[in-house]
């Protein structure tokens, strides 16, 4: 659980928020426990105001319809568990053991529950203003690119599936620089496939680092 927590940036003061926020009503019928249903509720409402405050503060010509499908777009499902399976949440989930089995880990629905439910436990651990800085950190690319009005393009998941297509390769970024101060970083990130270089890209955070480097790969394939 302690690398989970370093994966999520976060560590909590209450472990058990954390361990509900993880289970799924599969796992808890199982072992009649409780389970992760109405943390993911109250994540859903603390994930709408902390995007709705967002885009109010941000985009301010946009009327109250285009603030509705710029956030619909950010909180949908696809992109909730895209955010989880960078955060590696799958992993760490506890299912039942039929839906582990049917690949629950994997799936969009139970990813984007997950990451609602643990967006609550942070919330329930520390307020509100943490909460609010963990989304921003973890969903950075996708709201700069709302405001740039561009739909975010996981550049990571598309070379993962164009390279892995004909069968499993091994992937992995690795950090070539790191500079300026704290508030100002410039990363360049290196992605390799089995061990050869396939491309490297520059950005403020290693995440946008990360996929711009795979966006530099996915051009030269």
């Known amino acids: 659980m302690e690398q989970f927590e370093r994966n999520l940036g976060y560590q909590f ?12 009503s599969s796992y808890a019928h199982e072992h009649q426990c409780q389970s992760n249903e109405r943390m993911e509720f109250l994540g859903d409402s603390v994930l709408s105001i902390i995007i709705s405050d967002f885009l109010f503060r941000k985009l301010r010509r946009e009327d109250e319809g285009d603030l509705s ?27 039942g053991r039929g839906e582990d089995a049917a690949g ?13 439910a643990i967006l609550a436990a942070i919330y329930l651990d520390s307020d509100i203003h943490t909460a609010e800085q963990w989304v921003k950190n973890h969903m950075e690319q996708a709201l700069h690119a709302a405001l740039r009005g561009e739909s975010y393009q996981d ?4 070379f993962q ?8 390769r091994k992937i992995a970024y690795r950090v070539l620089s790191e500079t300026g101060p704290d508030h100002h970083k410039d990363f360049e990130i290196e992605v390799c496939v089995d061990g050869k270089p396939a491309g490297r ?4 955070s290693k995440k946008e680092a ?7 790969a996915l051009e030269r394939i």
């Open 13 to 24: 003061k209450n472990k058990a928020l954390l361990e509900v926020a993880l289970t799924h």
């Open 69 to 95: 499908k710029i956030r619909a777009s950010l909180v949908c499902e696809q992109s909730l568990a895209r955010v989880a399976r960078e955060l590696e949440v799958g992993p760490a989930l506890k299912l």
């Open 104 to 116: 629950g880990r994997a799936r969009d629905s139970i990813l984007s529950d997950a990451f609602e």
């Open 155 to 158: 550049y990571k998941t598309m």
């Open 161 to 168: 599936e164009a390279v892995q297509k004909n069968g499993p």
């Open 201 to 204: 890209g520059r950005g403020q």
């Open 210 to 216: 990360e996929q711009n480097a795979a966006k530099t």
